[in-house]
């Protein structure tokens, strides 16, 4: 079964550091690209971050540029999501999906994502 | 790109034919997608490609156009599809942006 399991999420305060992780299992890991993606309550979902599947080309969303940075360990079969600068808009759910190309670019499937608040 | 759907709500029955229409700002030819999010839930790929059912989802969705206009349909629709529906485009990187949503519910 394919899956994609977050984790690192926490409460956070304004300026602070955090580092997602997402471990992915029952899929050939390195043969993929993976993304990121916030929900904020209440909002729709926003794509913030894109990794190659052997750690290039890498995208991000103007929102989060300079401030978030997208990596990989294909050996270890897990992406992450190292934020810097944490505003209070950054708080949301961050899921982590695979993207899948052939036939058409889609995301999928999601992880169950982790909470991030970021709060004084 | 921007994507904007409609409606943004919907009030619907059972066994009811329910349209969502999502239009890009520019020509994405097919690279949309379509998810089903439940509260609580992550999104759920639907429709790729604008028109390609993902395998395991009912037959009574269905996703059509391409350039600017799509459409996704649930032919009758069922108690668990009360859910909200996101298009999204991918044609064009950086940004895989998504459509502000639209909710279907009773």
């Known amino acids: 079964e394919v899956q994609l399991v977050e984790s690192g999420g926490a409460l956070v305060q304004p300026g602070g550091s955090l580092r997602l992780s997402c471990a992915a299992s029952g899929f050939t890991f390195s043969s993929y690209g993976m993304a990121w993606v916030r929900q904020a309550p209440g909002k729709g979902p926003d794509f913030l971050s894109f990794i190659g599947y052997g750690g290039s080309p890498t995208y991000y969303a103007d929102s989060v540029k300079g401030r978030f940075t997208v990596s990989r360990d294909n050996a270890n079969i897990s992406v992450f999501l190292h934020m810097d600068s944490l505003r209070v808009e950054d708080t949301a759910i961050y899921y982590c999906a695979r993207v899948r190309t052939a036939g058409g670019r889609r995301f999928d499937p999601w992880g169950q994502g982790t909470l991030v608040t970021v709060s004084s | 790109i921007q994507l904007t759907q409609s409606p943004s709500s919907l009030s619907a029955s059972v066994g009811d034919r329910v349209t969502i229409t999502c239009r890009a700002s520019q020509d994405i030819s097919s690279s949309l997608a379509w998810y089903q999010q439940k509260p609580g839930k992550a999104p759920k790929l639907l429709i790729y490609a604008a028109s390609t059912l993902q395998s395991g989802v009912p037959s009574r969705f269905s996703g059509s156009g391409s350039g600017t206009d799509f459409t996704l349909t649930i032919s009758s629709l069922q108690p668990e599809d009360f859910a909200v529906y996101y298009c999204?485009?991918?044609?064009?990187?950086?940004?895989?942006?998504f459509g502000p949503g639209t909710t279907v519910d009773v």
């Open positions: 999204q485009q991918l044609n064009t990187p950086p940004l895989f942006t």
